[in-house]
C-alpha cells in the first residue's frame, strides 16, 4: 500500500480490522493495537531490535495474526514541530517497509509520548526495570491513542474523521 493522512485511512480498511500503532526505538518496537471499533489503544508487546528484516518479519506476523488493516506510526518531531535525525530514522524504515507490505501506512506526531508515559509510570511507583519492560509499548499505544481521539468515532462511517 502507501503512506496515507489519518483522515484516509478508514477508507482503506475492511471493518472489525484494528491498528496497529508503533513506537519506533533505536533498540526496541513498542506495539499497541486498536480495538476493533477504533475506540481503545492497548499495549501488545516490544520486540527487540536485531536488524530491518527480522524486525518487520516480527511485525508483519503480529499484523497478521490480530488481523491488522494498518499501522499508525510515531513520528519524532522536535518541539518546535520540524523533523531531526530521529525522524528521519524513521521515515527510512517505513520508505524500507512500504514495498513489504499491502498495509497503508500513517504517521502521527508522537511529541512527548515517551515522557508523559514515564511520568505515569513513576506516579504509579514503577520500578526503573519494570519501566524499561513497559514504556515502549505503552508509548505505542499512548500515540495511537492520539490518533483514534482526533478520529473521534467508533464504528467504521459512523463521522467523517475531520
Not at 58 to 75: E, M, S
Request: aromatic content about 4%; proline content about 4%.
Amino acid at each position: 500500500m502507501a503512506i496515507v493522512e489519518l483522515a484516509e485511512v478508514r477508507a482503506q480498511v475492511a471493518r472489525g480490522q484494528r491498528v496497529m500503532g508503533l513506537d519506533l526505538g533505536t533498540k526496541t518496537i513498542g506495539l499497541a493495537l486498536s480495538d476493533v471499533n477504533w475506540t481503545i489503544a492497548t499495549p501488545l508487546e516490544t520486540i527487540r531490535r536485531v536488524k530491518f528484516t527480522p524486525d518487520v518479519a516480527a511485525l508483519l506476523a503480529l499484523a497478521a495474526k490480530h488481523d491488522v488493516g494498518a499501522l499508525l506510526i510515531g513520528l519524532p518531531k522536535n518541539m518546535d514541530g520540524t523533523e531531526g535525525p530521529r525522524a528521519q530514522s524513521t521515515r527510512s524504515f517505513v520508505r524500507n517497509l512500504v514495498p513489504k507490505t499491502t498495509l497503508p501506512i500513517v504517521f502521527w506526531d508522537e511529541r512527548m509520548s515517551t515522557a508523559a508515559v514515564t511520568r505515569t509510570l513513576l506516579e504509579a511507583d514503577a520500578s526503573r526495570a519494570r519501566r524499561a519492560e513497559l514504556v515502549d509499548k505503552m508509548a505505542a499505544a499512548f500515540i495511537l491513542q492520539g490518533a483514534l481521539d482526533r478520529l473521534g468515532y467508533g464504528e467504521i462511517g459512523e463521522a467523517d474523521g475531520e
